[in-house]
């Protein structure tokens, strides 16, 4: 199903999906309603693997003529992500999840800051506003929220000079494509396969971006709509998604760094060791609580103890 067959397309605007037909209607229909001149932007829906109604949803939308669906066999985020821009005819590419909604400037905004910020970003996005589906617990904090995709980091667009401290985020995220094609596009040893939490691919190749010399650009006018499922505003799932978090973090480490087995094995011990030392970690860890502040710090612990798991048990597989 290819139906995009325009000449001067500046941007295309990628959306994979993976079995949420319910909500890429709402994605979709974002993009269609884009202030940006049909003729200068395509949509590309890459169905990752989705058994529900998902190309038919696609098919609805097939009368406007700047859509394209991909659908591709090879269950994985990253993977998905990489047929997209490979099957790109813009300029640049521009992701947004597909249970998020793109406010109806986000491509111009998008193309605004490519073509006027000296010099050019290697990489651009914008706010993550949340649109709740149920109501928000009291304990979850709004650091916690980062967890859930929800960014903002001022009403001032600027440059992302501290990636551990800002960063962008792949629900709303967009690339120059020969950038994208510079640094080979998502590495597949992170983001999701399946049912997995691995994150964080969106920041590895921030991070990639930024050591070949380019700056990453936050402004706050390209913003999206995020839902956020009551299925994940349990602190089961935080526990769970903050610990993978910590994986997330061992396996960007042993890429950028490439320790040795007796490197990981020193930090994993130093770690755990001023982990075990301290009483008040280990309670906050172990007692269940619905202050906000003590939450917060039980998932920092989580990712710290997910670091070490990290580290020990999954370094083989990217050496």
Known sequence: MERCTGMNILISAIICTHNRAKYLTKAIQSLVDQCTPKDKYEIIIIDNCSTDSTKEVVERFIGNSNIKYIYESTLSLSFARNTGWSNAKGKYVAYLDDDAVACPVWLDKILEVFETVTPRPGCVGGRVESIWESPRPRWLSDWLLHGLTIIDWSETPHVLTNLSAEWLVGANIAFPIE??????????????????????????LEKQITKMGYS????????????????????????????????????????????????????????????????????????????????????????????????????????
């Not at 094609?181 to 590895?204: A, E, I, P």
């Not at 990453?216 to 995020?226: K, L, M, Q, R, V």
């Not at 994986?247 to 042993?254: R, Y």
Request: aromatic letters at 14%; proline letters at 4%.
């Open 179 to 204: 950038i994208l094609k510079s640094v080979g596009g998502f590495t597949s040893s992170l983001d999701r396969v399946g049912n997995n939490l691995l994150s964080s691919g969106d920041v590895f």
């Open 216 to 319: 990453c650009f936050y402004h706050p006018d390209i913003a999206i709509g995020h839902h956020i499922f009551e299925s994940r505003l349990s602190q089961a799932w935080f526990i769970r998604r903050y610990y993978w978090q910590g994986i997330s973090d061992a396996v960007m480490q042993i890429l950028q760094e490439r320790p040795s087995t007796l490197k990981r094995l020193r930090f994993s011990i130093s770690e755990a060791g001023i982990f075990l030392r301290s009483p008040k970690k280990i309670i906050t860890l172990m007692l269940p609580t619905s202050d906000p502040e003590q939450f917060t710090q039980k998932c920092f612990d989580l990712i710290t103890l997910g670091h070490i798991y990290g580290l020990l048990r999954f370094a083989n597989r990217w050496l």
